[in-house]
């Protein structure tokens, strides 16, 4: 467990990781042309950056770094946060994009230890991208699904218009306008494939089964509808009588 200590120095990250470089054969050396800690063996040159936190201009002095260096590490106190967390993983990710090197420092009752938590080696982006897959899937399928752009970017706050959330209005819209419909009289419409889970979910609360098959809209969907003019108008101008209007109840 890492002690409470009143104040970190970078120099208090120095000796765990010059006892480490040393041991691996290194020849070690601090504070040499701006460079906190530089390690040589042979021809290879290493390039430590000492920080007490991890910031923007601890990123940008160690990718200047690599013009010099074989490979450069940054080196800061293990933070306070989980290690499993969203914050940290990020942060790992960018570290790994910028192809540097991670040690944390440790700080026990009775010594200081360092781990090399990410070591330097080239990002591949295609690798990156093979690995994500459904989420880029899943992304250009939320761009298809959309029609127009209603939201505002960079939003943080305000509600966001998604696909699901417009399909919902469209199929609100269509049983406004016909009266009751089913799900495959909707898909005829252009509602798409997920008419059903649209109707049977009722995540909104603005559809109501009528009979088997058949769904209506509730008052609080005629209400809810009205306040996506915008979207309404596009829908409008799309929307086609269905074939069995007459007949989807009887």
Not at 56 to 74: E, F, G, P, S
Not at 130 to 136: E, G, H, L, V
């Given at each position: ?5 009143d ?33 040589v ?15 923007v201009?601890l ?19 293990k ?11 990020d ?6 994009r ?9 700080f ?10 990410l ?32 939201n ?11 696909a699901?959330k ?20 909707l ?23 009528i009979?088997?098959?058949i ?6 969907g ?20 269905p ?8």
């Amino acid at each position: 467990m890492q002690k409470k200590k009143d104040k970190i120095y970078e120099v208090d990250l120095y000796k765990p990781i010059h006892k480490h470089f040393t041991n691996q054969g290194y020849e070690v050396k601090s504070e040499v042309n701006d460079c906190d800690v530089t390690a040589v063996k042979g021809d290879e040159l290493i390039i430590i950056e000492l920080k007490v936190r991890l910031n923007v201009d601890l990123l940008i002095q160690a990718t200047k770094r690599q013009k010099l260096a074989d490979q450069v590490y940054i080196a800061i106190p293990k933070p306070s946060y989980s290690l499993f967390s969203k914050k940290w993983k990020d942060i790992c990710h960018l570290i790994k994009r910028l192809e540097l090197g991670l040690i944390l420092v440790t700080f026990l009752k009775s010594t200081t230890k360092m781990d090399i938590v990410l070591s330097p080696a080239p990002f591949d982006r295609k690798k990156s991208m093979q690995q994500n897959k459904k989420k880029r899937k899943k992304l250009l399928s939320e761009i298809e699904g959309r029609h127009g752009d209603h939201n505002i970017g960079g939003s943080n706050q305000a509600k966001i218009m998604t696909a699901y959330k417009e399909t919902s209005i469209h199929i609100a819209y269509l049983i406004e306008q016909f009266g009751p419909l089913s799900p495959k009289a909707l898909r005829q419409m252009g509602t798409g494939e997920k008419t059903q889970s649209i109707l049977f979910n009722n995540y909104y609360g603005w559809f109501e089964r009528i009979q088997k098959g058949i769904y209506g809209i509730t008052e609080k969907g005629k209400i809810d509808i009205q306040a996506f003019p915008q979207i309404i108008e596009y829908f409008s101008k799309e929307a086609v009588q269905p074939q069995n209007s007459k007949t989807e109840i009887e």
